[in-house]
């Protein structure tokens, strides 16, 4: 149990739909991350939230919509995504910007 | 940030020390060697962090090259639940806390 908890494990949608990515830190930390890891690819960088404002935005398409209500909660909406978004996606917390961050298991996103 | 170079794969024997290489030549004198795990289906696991020592925890060491080019995570006595995907990551203090993760190398324990 690693405190920070994804949900669901695994998404299958299809390119007209709409979901939404959630994840949750039971750890009292100030920032929550966004990563997507493709296949054979490094993990990238999605979005930075530090006390519930955006403080990084690396080039995401704007089909990919965060969310952070507080500092525990973290979505990721999504809408006509592509066949090439399918990756799993990793949510991760820190204590602030400067410490070890804790990541979840991730979601597991597939597009059809 | 700095990039860094580490070897693809390595295998190592279990019960027998892990000694995993990581190239930083272009490392700041402001930037931190991270190192993170990632076993299968699971998220990136945060193993040790240092700036110019050598550091030790519960689960590995650090050594870092006086001149800082490069550093060697060592798992004392590797098991096979250490096989996993080791990232070594250079990364900014207070750079907004981007951890920006490479290939890293995947590390066999075998019995």
């Known amino acids: 149990e690693t405190g920070v908890t994804q949900t669901p494990r695994h998404l299958v949608m299809g390119m007209t739909n709409k979901k939404s990515l959630k994840c949750e830190q039971h750890?009292?930390?100030?920032?929550m991350y966004w990563y997507k890891q493709s296949a054979k690819k490094p993990l990238e960088l999605m979005f930075v939230y530090s006390l519930e404002e955006r403080v990084e935005n690396n080039s995401v398409p704007s089909r990919f919509s965060p969310e952070c209500p507080n500092s525990s909660h973290l979505f990721l909406h999504l809408h006509t995504l592509q066949p090439e978004d399918s990756a799993l996606y990793l949510c991760?917390?820190?204590?602030?910007?400067?410490?070890?961050?804790?990541f979840g298991n991730g979601t597991r996103l597939t597009v059809t | 940030d700095a990039k860094t170079t580490q070897p693809t794969s390595m295998d190592c024997a279990e019960g027998r020390a892990a000694n995993l290489p990581c190239n930083h030549s272009?490392?700041?004198?402001?930037?931190?060697v991270y190192w993170y795990r990632q076993i299968h289906s699971q998220g990136p696991q945060y193993i040790i962090h240092g700036l110019k020592n050598n550091e030790t925890n519960e689960m590995a060491s650090l050594i870092i090259t006086e001149d800082r080019k490069s550093s060697t995570l060592i798992l004392p006595h590797a098991t096979l639940r250490d096989t996993a995907v080791y990232y070594c990551?250079?990364?900014?203090?207070?750079?907004?806390?981007?951890?920006?993760f490479g290939q890293g190398t995947t590390l066999q324990v075998k019995p």
């Open positions: 990551i250079v990364r900014v203090r207070g750079n907004t806390g981007k951890l920006i």
């Open positions: 991760a917390s820190s204590q602030d910007l400067v410490s070890p961050l804790h």
């Open positions: 750890l009292g930390h100030n920032a």
């Open positions: 272009t490392i700041s004198g402001n930037e931190y």
